[in-house]
T-cell receptor, first 114, second 115 residues
Framework: QKEVEQNSGPLSVPEGAIASLNCTYS??????FFWYRQYSGKSPELIMF????GDKEDGRFTAQLNKASQYVSLLIRDSQPSDSATYLC??????????????FGKGTKLSVKP | GAVVSQHPSRVICKSGTSVKIECRSL??????MFWYRQFPKQSLMLMAT?????????EQGVEKDKFLINHASLTLSTLTVTSAHPEDSSFYIC???????????FGPGTRLTVL
């Protein structure tokens, strides 16, 4: 069973701090990794994706990937109350025997306190 | 770019009726679309994968005769909940994957309430 694990939280950080969200995955052959944000009562929206080991930055967001450790993280700099949401990690499973679907973690709830 | 719409956004129906939900990719072609269900305070659950021009692939435990999926074009997939019951009340979300790509873009969701 291919799995994606996230700490459910809630993760509480003060406004202006760095929020660090972590995710581990079981499928060593995975190549594509995604972070989505989901506000309460809304559908997920894509924040960013990462394919290669290392860091990828997009504005206040940085995704970090370590395939050897099967670990992907999302850093949010200068956290704002509007960042309060559930963050979903998603991993594309290996294509053999599948349609290349994304496996989602259960999400980490982030709360940014003013 | 990569906008996905869903219609309706909210529907309330009586038990025993059927409800159709549409999912459209507005500015890209999507060979593959996905249907998810999410109960309150729970994670996304993949129901089925819909491929244009072929039968949908359903996840284990999802009744294909109850949740009918049609993906007749590269921009439209529909989910019909047949003979809906109160336990089918949930947030139904579709996503679309760009042809040849990895990324899934989600629609805004449809909140179904069955009385």
């Amino acid at each position: 069973q291919k799995e994606v694990e996230q700490n459910s939280g809630p993760l509480s950080v003060p406004e202006g701090a760095i929020a660090s969200l972590n995710c581990t995955y079981s499928d060593r052959g995975s190549q594509s990794f995604f972070w989505y944000r989901q506000y309460s009562g809304k559908s997920p929206e894509l924040i960013m994706f990462i394919y290669s080991n290392g860091d990828k930055e997009d504005g206040r967001f940085t995704a970090q990937l370590n395939k050897a450790s099967q670990y992907v993280s999302l850093l949010i700099r200068d956290s704002q109350p509007s960042d309060s949401a559930t963050y979903l990690c998603a991993v594309k499973v290996s294509p053999v025997g599948s349609q290349g679907n994304l496996i989602f973690g259960k999400g980490t709830k982030l709360s940014v306190k003013p | 770019g990569a906008v996905v719409s869903q219609h309706p956004s909210r529907v309330i129906c009586k038990s025993g009726t059927s409800v159709k939900i549409e999912c459209r990719s507005l500015d890209f072609q999507a060979t593959t679309m996905f249907w998810y269900r999410q109960f309150p305070k729970q994670s996304l659950m993949l129901m089925a994968t819909s491929n244009e021009g072929s039968k949908a692939t359903y996840e284990q435990g999802v009744e294909k005769d109850k949740f009918l999926i049609n993906h007749a074009s590269l921009t439209l997939s529909t989910l019909t909940v047949t003979s809906a019951h109160p336990e089918d009340s949930s947030f139904y979300i579709c996503s679309a994957r760009t042809t040849g790509g990895d990324t899934q873009y989600f629609g805004p969701g449809t909140r179904l309430t069955v009385l």
